[in-house]
């Protein structure tokens, strides 16, 4: 039998999914492969405190950063106007 999911349901996927793979991809932004697996012994699976030398230093482990902040705030101008853009939404998102 298939579920139905609501808008709800389904843009709160979406904002998890992103706000996860922001947190969890925070610990080895612009490393390699080779670099990653060097560092936290292979692939990483779960969230991990940020090394000194990446952008999202400083952070603690399942911490969000930009990457996910910029686009949820957004969306949530967009919920609250429901859904109609304007130059008006994009102004109160940027000084949010």
């Known amino acids: 039998m298939r579920q139905t999911l ?9 904002l998890l ?3 996860v793979g922001d947190a969890m991809g925070a610990a080895t932004e612009t490393m390699s492969t080779r670099q990653i697996e060097k ?9 991990q405190t940020p090394p000194d030398d990446v952008l999202a230093r400083g952070r603690k482990a399942g911490q969000i ?7 949820y705030i957004l969306t949530k101008q967009l919920i609250n106007s429901e859904g109609k853009a304007s130059r008006h939404l994009g102004e109160a998102a940027l000084l949010e």
């Not at 560092?39 to 969230?47: A, L, P, T, W």
């Open 6 to 14: 609501s808008r709800y349901d389904r843009v709160l996927g979406c």
């Open 17 to 19: 999914g992103a706000a």
């Open 39 to 47: 560092r936290f012994g292979g692939r990483v699976c779960d969230f």
């Open 65 to 71: 950063t930009d990457a996910f902040s910029i686009p």
